[in-house]
């Protein structure tokens, strides 16, 4: 059998914050000034994996991503990329937000060769560069142009070409798609994986929509609410490469009904917890 080799591992992290001065939170029935995020997260992400994360709002999704790109350390436990342990911005990771984070003085090429700047590339390779992954996703034409200029599909195009410049080992994707129209959305999955099953870095993707997680996933898992852990892990046996029909197949309507029936419990205690929060 071949052995499966591990890009990201996440080793029992919990992460513990601690509330403002003066505040505090209904936790199990008492008044508390920290609130733990996560709580024994475990899970391996393969080299080369497109997995998506899911689960109810403030399961701590977004701050697993922060630990492994190295902008926050967990409390305990830890997470690590390719055997090395993650207290610093990885080299090696990039990170792309649900806001589109570009330079607003810098056009659409500037801003994808920023990436190469900072690590010194020089500017004839830099521009090179920034060309050739702002025509991956269609953008020709546009290298001269703005944020202020371009549609918010267009931007976020911009910002993952970016991220892509750099040849990233990991690529972290929190909501990159949730601002967009439903339209926009689609097209940019599906150019997404396009350009992924070009390049096969490991990608760990954040969203709340259960579509999009099994569309563009190898594997999905499912996060508990806070204090978040991995509650279940689905494989996504669909061919590749994908189009966006596949969504109306029954293999794709399973999948969706498995990770409803997963998430379905911690979306309401999400929502009873949130509602006892307010109540305090």
Do not use: C
């Not at 610093?88 to 792309?96: C, D, E, M, R």
């Not at 900072?118 to 090179?128: D, F, I, L, S, T």
């Not at 080992?169 to 929190?174: I, P, S």
Request: glycine content about 6%.
């Amino acid at each position: 059998m071949t052995e499966v080799s591990n890009r990201i591992t996440m080793k029992d992290v919990r992460k513990v914050f601690r509330l403002k001065p003066g505040q505090t939170m209904m936790v199990d029935g008492r008044a508390s000034d920290r609130i733990t995020v996560l709580s024994g997260v475990d899970l391996d992400i393969r080299k080369g994996e497109f997995l998506t994360l899911v689960g109810p709002s403030g399961s701590g999704k977004s701050v697993l991503l922060d630990i492994v790109a190295g902008l926050t350390e967990a409390t305990s436990g830890f997470a690590s990329i390719d055997g090395n342990h993650v207290s610093n911005p990885h080299a090696g990771t990039a990170y792309v937000f649900q806001q589109y984070a570009l330079f607003p003085w810098r056009t659409a090429l500037e801003n994808v060769a920023y990436a190469l700047e900072v690590r010194g590339v020089g500017k004839a390779e830099r521009r090179e560069t920034a060309q050739y992954f702002l025509s991956l996703f269609g953008l020709n034409g546009f290298e001269d142009r703005y944020p202020s200029q371009l549609s918010g599909g267009m931007q976020q195009r911009v910002a993952i070409a970016r991220a892509l410049a750099t040849n990233p080992q990991v690529l972290l994707m929190d909501e990159p798609f949730a601002a967009l129209d439903a339209q926009t959305r689609d097209i940019l999955q599906i150019e997404l994986l396009r350009i992924w099953e070009q390049i096969k870095t490991t990608v760990v993707f954040v969203t709340h929509a259960i579509d999009e997680a099994i569309f563009l996933a190898d594997r999905v898992a499912v996060m508990t609410a806070r204090p978040g852990r991995v509650k279940e892990i689905i494989e996504i046996n669909l061919p590749r490469p994908r189009d966006i029909e596949i969504r109306n197949g029954p293999d794709f309507n399973a999948y969706r009904a498995r990770a409803w029936n997963a998430l379905r419990d911690e979306v309401q205690k999400a929502q009873r917890d949130w509602a006892l929060a307010r109540s305090a």
